[in-house]
């Protein structure tokens, strides 16, 4: 059974830092790209970071130059570093696994093979 674990959400001051992690076990996930997502009340879940196998990265524009996604492929790991945050950040971030990247870059979120479970990041103005 697949299963993917987020940490690290939380109650921030705008202009602070968050770094999200997520642990992905239950099959081997060679070849899978890894990403977040996040969703606020009343709107849309929406792109936010996806990294490629190989280690490309893509970002949502309203996160560029404050957010850096990275991961650890023996691990099974992602990692969303975020800094300078603004209240607009605020939402449950979900991790997300999936074969393609194009699925997360293009918001294909019915086609995303495996999601987290969300972890609240509240940032404060």
């Known amino acids: 059974q697949v299963q993917l674990v987020e940490s690290g959400g939380g109650l921030v001051q705008a202009g602070g830092s968050l770094r999200l992690s997520c642990t992905a076990s239950g099959r081997t996930f060679y070849g899978y790209a890894m990403g977040w997502f996040r969703q606020a009340p009343g709107k849309e879940r929406e792109f936010v970071a996806a990294?490629?196998?190989?280690?490309?990265?893509y970002y949502a524009d309203s996160v560029k130059g404050r957010f850096a996604i990275s991961r650890d492929n023996a691990k099974n790991t992602v990692n969303l570093q975020m800094n300078s945050l603004k209240p607009e950040d605020t939402a449950v971030y979900y991790c997300a696994v999936d074969r393609t990247v194009g699925h997360m870059t293009t918001m294909r979120t019915t086609a995303i093979d495996y999601w987290g479970q969300g972890t609240q990041v509240t940032v404060s103005s």
């Open positions: 990294i490629s196998w190989p280690g490309s990265t």
